[in-house]
């Protein structure tokens, strides 16, 4: 066995493309990021122990086309329309109605409602139906 030392060549590494390499994954990953969210905001919100979200409060308004008004599900007579409406929107201030009526009655009949939803300044929203 040979147990002389041999004279071994020096090792080097170069790292010169190295930089390359890293200035384009990091110009990448920027890119990429910009692209994935373009309409976010990024924002620092403060933080709250006792935060809680607040649910909006929406109600259901029908008119069916034999003018049969109902709030929830129960029957309610056009004239006592505003004082149902009113309970709701004492227990809820940001209170939204939305508005489910049959497509052959008067537009008269949803400018009823709408007047009743501006006198307690509470928001309107008519429902409808996708088109096929």
């Known amino acids: 066995m040979n147990f002389k030392k041999r004279k071994r060549g020096a ?3 170069h790292t010169s493309a190295l930089n390359d390499i890293m200035f384009f ?17 990024k924002l620092f919100l403060p933080r709250s122990s006792s935060g809680q979200s ?16 109902f709030v929830e599900k129960q029957p309610v007579a056009l004239a006592d ?22 497509r052959t009655i008067a537009i008269e009949n949803v400018v009823e409602l709408t007047d009743i939803a501006n006198q307690l300044k509470v928001k309107l929203v008519l429902a409808t139906e996708t088109k096929k």
């Open 11 to 13: 090792v080097e590494v």
């Open 25 to 41: 994954l990091l110009l990448f990953f920027l890119l990429a990021s910009a692209v994935a969210n373009p309409n976010v905001v």
């Open 54 to 69: 607040i649910p909006q409060k929406t109600i259901n308004v029908s008119i069916t086309k034999d003018l049969e008004y």
């Open 81 to 102: 329309l505003y004082k149902s409406i009113e309970v709701y929107q004492r227990a809820s201030p940001d209170l939204t109605i939305i508005l489910y009526a049959d």
